[in-house]
Structures are given as structure tokens and as C-alpha cells.
């Protein structure tokens, strides 16, 4: 299929303003699923 890459969905990458961690997401993430802190949405990274 041209043009489709399954290993590539639709991410968004998450950063907790708390611990730091990442955390990659298809669907919008409210809050760290470490510490419960909230997360700031990052540039979708492409590699
Ligand atoms: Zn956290």
C-alpha cells in the first residue's frame, strides 16, 4: 500500500511537567501515567 506506514500511527509524544517522563500516545493524554502530574504535548518527533 503506497503511502501507508503501519509503524507510524498517528502519535503524539507527551512530556510530565512533574518527573519528566515521556509517554507516546494515539489518543490525548490528560495526565502522567507516573505521577498523575500533568503532561505537556511535544512536537511529534520523525525519525
Ligand atoms: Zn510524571
Given amino acids: ?4 506506514d ?5 502519535e503524539s509524544y507527551y512530556e510530565c511537567v ?3 517522563e515521556r509517554t507516546v500516545s ?3 493524554l490528560g495526565a502522567c501515567p507516573s ?7 511535544l ?3 520523525r525519525e
Avoid at 6 to 10: A, G, Q
Avoid at 35 to 41: K, S
Fill in 35 to 41: 505521577c498523575g502530574e500533568a503532561v505537556r504535548n
Fill in 1 to 4: 500500500m503506497p503511502g501507508s
Fill in 26 to 28: 494515539t489518543e490525548h
Fill in 18 to 20: 512533574s518527573c519528566n
Fill in 6 to 10: 503501519p509503524y507510524h500511527p498517528t
Fill in 43 to 45: 512536537a511529534v518527533a
